[in-house]
């Protein structure tokens, strides 16, 4: 196992603020929070330093140095700080995460959620969470140890609920006991009562939801898909990513959407199920009982669909104004939003 620990000027024991302008630097072995890594049970090869201002002047060549560096060790992992609220350390720290991420090194940090380097890091590196100063150094050091660890041997590591490092943005397939639809219901009712977060953590800013429907029986109920749900042949060639359009079809008269007649085309998940059956997709074929059964008044004369897959917040945020505003202007009351 080799394992390779960045620190600042100042942990690597250089100088404090007059040594923030030294360039990077190599030491053989562990320096300060290294060695309590080491007593952690992570025994370090190589320490790499650069000061903090002197990376902030000249990022591009520190981290071209240190790279270069990391190419020659080879390492099964580096770790970076702790840096806890240091801005500057941290982005150092999360700058060279980034790039030796991409670069296929596993990486493990810290510092307080709120450091710039979690948002520099990318998703690269498994951050652990720290107080804003020092003094949760040694709470920290044990966490990131055993990761690291896990990381260079090459052992699965779990969730960040499960293993106590902040979310990275990473969304991986797994085997769950239930079937979709009774796992989203109890994850729903389950967060209705407060007692489980969202698997996606969302990011903008939230929608406050609407006063629920006095009165089913008379409403008027729209379907909605970003699933990419077209009619077979995509004719309006609605896009498979990236969407710069949203698109009506009608269904009067329709009971059940046929595997001959629609398909999805949304380029960000396996559509083979759902073009065996796009109910799947847009579930008109339940509403329609619903709708026989008096559940609800009826249902709108057209659903509407596109691809949500890569589409920016902010157009995402303007087809559902204007789509919206067409509902209203129907006389819709309430709308079925089906997505992957």
């Known amino acids: ?26 030491i053989e072995g562990a320096v300060g929070p290294g060695r309590g890594l080491e007593g952690a049970g992570l025994p370090i090869d190589v320490t790499i ?3 903090d201002n002197y990376f902030g002047e000249h990022e591009a060549a520190a981290l071209g140095v240190m790279l270069d560096w990391l190419t020659e060790l080879a390492p099964d992992v580096l770790v970076c700080g702790p840096a806890f609220g240091s801005g500057r350390y941290g982005y150092v720290c999360g700058s060279l ?44 050091l044990p966490v990131m140890a055993g990761l690291a660890r896990r990381l260079a041997a090459g052992e699965p ?14 969304r991986k397939n797994v085997h769950a006991p239930q079937v979709a639809a009774e796992r989203a219901v109890s994850a729903l009712l389950a967060k209705l009562a407060g007692s489980v977060r969202t698997e996606v953590e969302p990011v ?53 959407l046929g595997a001959d007649d629609y398909e999805s085309v949304h380029a960000g998940f396996d ?11 847009v579930p008109l074929d339940a509403a329609r009982i619903l709708e026989a059964e008096g559940r609800f008044g009826r249902m709108h004369d057209f659903f509407y669909t596109t691809s949500g897959v890569d589409t920016p917040d902010a157009t995402a945020a303007k087809f559902g104004q204007e789509i919206a505003a067409e509902l209203v202007a129907a006389g819709v009351h309430g709308v079925i939003l089906t997505g992957t």
């Open 1 to 26: 196992m080799t394992v390779v620990h960045f620190l600042n000027q100042f942990f690597a024991g250089i100088g404090g603020e007059e040594a923030a302008d030294v360039p990077p630097s190599r």
């Open 271 to 281: 559509t083979t199920a759902a073009n065996h059956d796009p109910n799947r997709l």
């Open 204 to 256: 903008g800013s939230p929608v406050p939801p609407p006063p629920a429907l006095a009165d089913l029986s008379t409403a008027t109920i729209a379907l909605v898909t970003e699933a990419g749900c077209v009619p077979q042949g995509n004719p309006d060639r609605l896009p498979t990513r990236h969407s710069n359009v949203w698109l009506r079809y009608p269904i009067t008269g329709v009971g059940t």
């Open 97 to 140: 995460a980034r790039e030796a991420g991409r670069r296929g090194i596993p990486v493990v940090s810290g510092m307080s959620p709120e450091n710039p380097g979690v948002l520099a890091a990318d998703g690269s590196a498994y951050i652990v969470p720290t107080a804003a100063n020092v003094a949760g150094m040694r709470a920290a």
């Open 157 to 170: 590591v779990g969730g960040p609920a499960e293993e106590g490092y902040l979310p990275r943005g990473v």
């Open 49 to 51: 330093s650069c000061g």
